[in-house]
């Protein structure tokens, strides 16, 4: 089984490096079928998912899903502990 902060990183790396972002939950991938943004917000607000927007802080500030996390890809990693205390799925989009 892959360490949660390798999962994470995996993850960001699948999620920035498409073609398109898509939505994945955690420890999915392209293999799986994605997430659309209406299923997102929804986990989102059932408190079953918490939306990740790994887009740079300025990239944020001008324009994110409302309740979206801001953590930049380039941070994943020294954010992973941070993001495993929210408890919840974590779905990582960047657009």
Excluded: F
Aim: glycine share 10%; charged share 20%.
């Amino acid at each position: 089984m892959a360490r949660p902060t390798s999962r994470i990183t995996a993850l960001l790396l699948l999620t920035v490096g498409s073609l398109g972002c898509v939505l994945w939950p955690e420890g999915s991938g392209p293999g799986s079928a994605a997430l659309t943004l209406a299923q997102a917000v929804e986990l989102r607000d059932r408190g079953e998912a918490v939306l990740i927007d790994v887009r740079s802080a300025d990239a944020y500030a001008a324009g994110h899903i409302p309740g979206a996390v801001n953590v930049p890809a380039h941070e994943a990693e020294a954010q992973a502990a941070r993001i495993r205390k929210m408890a919840r799925t974590a779905i990582l989009y960047c657009g």
